[in-house]
């Protein structure tokens, strides 16, 4: 589920911030002089980011490829994100430095021997980021934890559990969030007869008790 949470705020707001981190202002600390820029976003900005997936994009699915998952011209073996299933509504919430929350999902496992199994449940997930310097990328990684299925064969409770934890953390983890590259910027100076290059080179992601901050670390180059 590439969810990139923060490209359409960066996209908007690096170079106005990276140029007053230069000055000692937001994201500067004081015992060090790197220019740094900080961005955050609370709870509502990510809830409202998933409200706006479902509302205008399809929902998030992956096959189901192991496990004997097969699919059949009329039943695909799939798992798909679902803004709400039983009650239990997709969203996260920042819980002692984590990001947490329930993941409602639907979808189907066929096999010659039982047919198509149509099956529906929540997970609580928990989701770590990190950056990675040879990738030169923030990366997130999704686990989780007491996969709940809703009316599913018995003998297909364990398979389907191990099923979906494979299929997430084989296809999507780790996610690339964003890079380097996308953090970085051009300013056109005209005045000054050229372009500055605001280039990224560090990104720290810190989750705070009410929100989520990534710390970014440029030099300025002729662009």
Avoid at 10 to 30: D, K, N
Avoid at 122 to 135: G, H, Q, V, Y
Wanted: glycine share 8%.
């Amino acid at each position: 589920m590439k969810i990139k949470l923060f490209i359409a705020l960066l996209a908007i707001s690096t170079a106005f911030t990276a140029a007053r981190a230069q000055e000692g202002g937001l994201g500067a600390r004081a015992n060090d002089r790197a220019p740094r820029a900080t961005i955050s976003v609370n709870e509502q900005f990510l809830n409202s980011f998933l409200v706006g997936m479902f509302d205008h994009l399809q929902e998030p699915s992956m096959p189901l490829t192991s496990g004997g998952a097969q699919s059949s011209p009329s039943c695909a073996s799939e798992i798909r994100l679902k803004r709400e299933v039983n009650g239990v509504r997709t969203a996260v919430r920042f819980e002692n430095g984590r990001v947490v929350g329930p993941l409602a999902f639907a979808g189907a496992y066929y096999s010659t021997f039982l047919g198509c199994v149509q099956f529906t449940g929540w997970a609580d997930a928990e989701i770590t980021m990190e950056f990675s310097r040879e990738r030169r990328a923030v990366l997130a990684r999704f686990q989780l934890r007491d996969i709940h299925l809703n009316n599913t064969p018995g003998l297909l409770n364990d398979p389907l559990r191990n099923l979906v934890q494979s299929t997430i953390d084989r296809r999507y983890n780790p996610i690339e969030l964003f890079t380097l590259e996308q953090l970085s910027t051009n300013t056109n100076i005209k005045p000054a007869g050229g372009a500055l290059r605001l280039e990224a080179i560090d990104a720290r992601p810190e989750i705070a008790p009410n929100e989520l901050t990534l710390h970014i670390t440029y030099r300025f180059v002729r662009g």
